[in-house]
């Protein structure tokens, strides 16, 4: 479909506009800014965080050009996982100056900014987590604003496509539970998912109750010293594994409770939107996704446990618990576009009722 800018509201008659290939390229950015979690993702699976252990260079190397014949074991996934985020930054360099050359509008110009901005702390942060071996912290905080950066990139990817700069009829709804509020609950829902997920990963917790879906036998592990003691008797003598502690089961733990609470919201949303707006292709869709994303999501899960974590399935986990975020995500920003919500002014009370008869 073609662009007309007589029928966008956010258009200037005399200004450049964005064209299809702008769109084209903001949605390959997103593409690879999957991609790049995905290969973080692998780095932390293999443990692979410290296998190159200076920044910005490679061994005292450039990092563009140490050579292919050395990247083995865990150079491969850490050295790889470098290249594409540098290559993801010059993308959103591109991105950035594009969107201010081309753009009429004053806040995507911003947008890209803010993109730019946060692609460059977030190589910091990666820097920052080799320089000091990895400090949890600063792992989680580069974790959470990779899923940061990949919405910033979605926003732009959506906000760039022709169909979202036309004029659109939107619909009015109302009420506390209106679609629009209830999908920015999900997001944060998700995003505290996968932040709980971090945190897990970050702190070797992945594995630190053995079975699914019972939980050492029970359904919430007892956390006093003596059952971690004997917790950890059975993971060494039976499973040859390492202790943990308390603190590791109880992330675990937080991690499991956190998908059950974002099933119950997401499943519950969907709902929502297939009995208020099933007609509206642009939530729809998206909803249907989201659920499949869901399952999937939790079959990974419990894979991960039951595979010993596997690297390839706790990676896979990693990439379908962002494409959800990102998937609702995109369900968000549409629900702002096409509806809005209007104030529900509250039933007048019997008393006032009467005051106002009298």
């Known amino acids: 479909m073609s662009y007309d800018s007589a029928t966008d509201p956010h258009a200037s008659r005399s200004g450049p506009r964005p064209g299809v290939w702008l769109h084209r390229y903001a949605v390959l950015l997103a593409c690879a800014t999957l991609g790049l979690i995905v290969a973080g993702a692998m780095v932390t699976s293999t443990g692979s965080g410290l296998s190159v252990p200076d920044w910005p260079t490679t061994y005292g190397q450039n990092m563009f050009t140490y050579p292919p014949s050395k990247w083995v074991g865990g150079i491969f996934y850490e050295h790889g996982h470098r290249l594409i985020a540098s290559t993801v930054g010059f993308m959103t360099i591109i991105l950035a100056v594009w969107l201010w050359r081309r753009d009429d509008r004053g806040w995507m110009k911003v947008l890209g900014?803010?993109?730019?901005?946060?692609?460059?702390?977030?190589?910091?942060?990666?820097?920052?987590?080799?320089?000091?071996?990895?400090?949890?912290?600063?792992?989680?905080?580069?974790?959470?604003?990779?899923?940061?950066?990949?919405?910033i990139t979605i926003a732009l990817a959506v906000f760039t496509s022709p169909r979202w700069r036309r004029r659109t009829e939107r619909i009015e709804t109302s009420g506390?539970?209106?679609?629009?509020?209830?999908?920015?609950?999900?997001?944060?829902?998700?995003?505290?998912?996968?932040?709980?997920?971090?945190?897990?990963?970050?702190?070797?917790?992945?594995?630190?109750?053995?079975?699914?879906?019972?939980?050492?036998?029970?359904?919430?592990?007892?956390?006093?010293?003596?059952?971690?003691?004997?917790?950890?008797?059975?993971?060494?003598?039976?499973?040859?594994?390492?202790?943990?502690?308390?603190?590791?089961?109880?992330?675990?733990?937080?991690?499991?409770?956190?998908?059950?609470?974002?099933?119950?919201?997401?499943?519950?949303?969907?709902?929502?939107?297939?009995?208020?707006?099933?007609?509206?292709?642009?939530?729809?869709?998206?909803?249907?996704?989201?659920?499949?994303?869901?399952?999937?999501?939790?079959?990974?899960?419990a894979w991960t446990i039951w595979s010993g974590k596997n690297e390839w399935v706790?990676?896979?986990?990693?990439?379908?618990?962002?494409?959800?975020?990102?998937?609702?995500?995109?369900?968000?920003?549409?629900?702002?576009?096409?509806?809005?919500?209007?104030?529900?002014?509250?039933?007048?009370?019997?008393?006032?009722?009467?005051?106002a008869e009298a």
């Open 113 to 151: 900014a803010a993109a730019l901005l946060s692609v460059i702390a977030q190589g910091i942060l990666g820097g920052l987590t080799v320089i000091y071996l990895l400090p949890t912290p600063v792992s989680v905080l580069h974790g959470c604003l990779a899923q940061t950066f990949f919405c």
């Open 176 to 301: 506390r539970f209106a679609i629009p509020r209830l999908c920015l609950v999900l997001v944060g829902v998700v995003f505290g998912q996968l932040l709980l997920g971090a945190i897990m990963r970050h702190t070797d917790s992945g594995l630190a109750v053995l079975d699914f879906p019972l939980a050492y036998g029970q359904v919430m592990p007892d956390l006093g010293a003596t059952a971690v003691d004997n917790y950890n008797i059975d993971r060494r003598w039976d499973h040859q594994m390492p202790t943990v502690t308390a603190a590791q089961i109880a992330y675990h733990m937080a991690h499991r409770i956190g998908a059950a609470v974002v099933s119950l919201v997401l499943i519950s949303v969907a709902v929502v939107i297939f009995r208020r707006h099933g007609g509206l292709a642009v939530l729809r869709r998206p909803a249907i996704a989201a659920c499949v994303l869901l399952v999937v999501q939790l079959a990974l899960g």
């Open 314 to 355: 706790a990676s896979s986990h990693v990439a379908v618990g962002a494409a959800t975020l990102g998937t609702v995500w995109v369900m968000t920003l549409q629900s702002f576009r096409h509806l809005y919500v209007t104030r529900q002014e509250p039933a007048p009370t019997m008393a006032l009722a009467g005051v």
